[in-house]
Nanobody
Framework: VQLQASGGGLVQAGGSLRLSCAAS????????MGWFRQAPGKEREYVAA????????YYTDSVKGRFTVSRDNAKNTVYLQMTSLKPEDTAVYHC????????????????????????WGQGTEVTVSS
């Protein structure tokens, strides 16, 4: 699967952005999807993930209540809606996929998937000004 992220930009603190990640191929619904970010000089951070159906999601603590991950399997796209943005959210955001697979994956499983994503898209840059 090939992934193409978009939607980044410059926004003021408190603002919102929606990132999109479009996937190629016919089996998008069989891939667990994740979002990562990497700020300058920092390690890559696992931000959010969503299971095959979209019924289970995972968020790192720093974005809980502010970010929402969703997917539209008919459009082969996963989204990351970001609200109440903070300067510390500034980073390059990447989408990633793990699969193809089947089954139901819980939040607990998604939280442990950080190092298992096999497919990566190019990043989209998000800058939050104070």
């Amino acid at each position: 699967v090939q992934l193409q992220a978009s939607g980044g930009g410059l926004v003021q603190a408190g603002g919102s952005l929606r990132l999109s990640c479009a996937a190629s191929g016919r089996t998008f619904s069989r891939y667990i999807m994740g979002w990562f970010r990497q700020a300058p000089g920092k390690e890559r951070e696992y931000v959010a993930a969503i299971n095959l159906s979209g019924q289970s999601t995972y968020y790192t603590d720093s974005v809980k209540g502010r970010f929402t991950v969703s997917r539209d399997n008919a459009k082969n796209t996963v989204y990351l809606q970001m609200t109440s943005l903070k300067p510390e959210d500034t980073a390059v955001y990447h989408c990633a996929a793990d699969g193809p697979t089947t089954g139901y994956y819980t939040e607990s499983y998604l939280s442990r998937l950080q190092s298992q994503y096999h497919y990566w898209g190019q990043g989209t840059e998000v800058t939050v000004s104070s």
